[in-house]
């Protein structure tokens, strides 16, 4: 099997990011090993070969593809693959994928099996609108959409009628066409605020980051609405830069379990993770959640977590393939899985065309007043999203 890394030690000293997330190689061999000693999978041991992919290079995901499927030729590969070259895996050289930041567009193109245990973005619209739901949050409202073009068809085609099944009443559908022209924008934003007003609007969705640019001037026009976002860390960043955090307060978006806090730290399954990879590291006296990492530190809990929840899918999805394993087998066998126990999160699923697998959310509500940037608050109980 094959291990794909980033290599954020090399991005952090080139000034790409701010962050690392510790030794991935050793995390995943710790891992590993405890896997190996516990018979590994069906008698099946884990054998790595580890890739480390330095993103801003443009042929550095095709490299490592062609390292690890030719010269190697792995049954599977784990890790997170930057782009769509991940499909040089799992599509050119049919060789199957559980990683981070997949999309179901690229689960659809490939071959071999592309599996997450994240949610995919095209999904996480659907989520959110069921946990609104769940949580009667739209009961009687009459709700306005603000979004991007990449987003209308889907919106209008899912969205909408979602919104109308929950018993909500949907104005008009704005989609900003001029993202990279400010004044045009806002001309833009002018006339569906004016729409709105005059539909008795009391809900905007903010969906897409182009939209969720567009709250300050929704809520200078609009005065107090229901503000509600597809993607909570977009909302924060927007929330810190744009030096109007007053105006994200109370916008109300979905998550899972509260990783800002310890709420996800201290998840049974997760703390598990951690003991295994403290025990056999050394140099690794605790693992702390990243509010509590001291900046220049590394952030094993995001390293840890991120390899924990890659392989439990293996684990999950190789085990149902049964003794035989092939990648016929290891399909049938993901698509069996049903419900799984995933660590960090609370409800999970893998099945027939269903390959990403998070399925508890809960909303949430930004507050200016939490922390230096703000942070998003819990405001209600995790659910399901499957069953609503």
Known sequence: MGVAIV????????????????????????????LNEQGGILGRRLDPVYE?????????????????TEDHEVFVVLGIWIGESVLCVTDDHETNYIGHQTSQSMMDRSVAVLASP???????????????????????????????????????????????????????????????????????????VERWQSEGVTTVLFLGATAQDQVPETVDAMGDI????????????????????DAYAGMITMNGLNSTTREQFDEPLLQECFDIVVDQLPELD??????????????WYT??????????????????????????????????????????????????GKYD?????????FDPSVGEDGAFVPQSDIVDVTQG
């Open 7 to 34: 290599d954020l030690d090399e991005l952090n000293q080139l000034g790409f990011v701010d962050f690392t997330h510790g030794n991935k190689e050793a995390i995943y061999q710790a891992l590993f090993d405890e």
């Open 52 to 68: 480390t992919i330095l993103p801003i290079a443009n042929t550095a995901g095709e490299e490592a593809c062609l390292r690890l």
């Open 118 to 192: 994240d949610i995919n973005p095209e999904r996480r619209l659907e989520a959110l609108l069921s946990v609104l739901g769940q949580t009667g949050r739209l009961d009687d409202e009459t709700v306005g959409i603000l979004t991007q073009t990449t987003m209308e068809d889907s919106v209008r085609s899912e969205a909408v009628p979602r919104l109308e099944g929950l018993g909500a009443s949907v104005g008009t559908v704005g989609v900003i066409t001029s993202a990279d022209d400010a004044v045009a924008a806002g001309a833009e934003l002018a006339t569906f």
């Open 226 to 245: 229901t503000k509600i976002s597809d993607d909570p860390e977009v909302a924060r960043q927007l929330a810190a830069s744009s030096g109007r955090a």
């Open 286 to 299: 605790e693992v702390v959640p990243p509010s509590e990492v001291v900046d220049g530190d590394p952030d």
């Open 303 to 352: 390293g840890i977590r991120d390899a924990c929840t890659n392989l439990a899918v293996l684990v999950a999805g190789a085990t149902a393939a049964g003794p035989e394993l092939t990648n016929d087998t290891f399909r049938t066998g993901i698509e069996s899985v049903g419900s799984v126990a995933i660590p960090g999160k609370v409800f999970s699923s893998l099945g027939p």
């Open 357 to 365: 697998a998070e399925d508890g959310f809960r909303l949430y509500e």
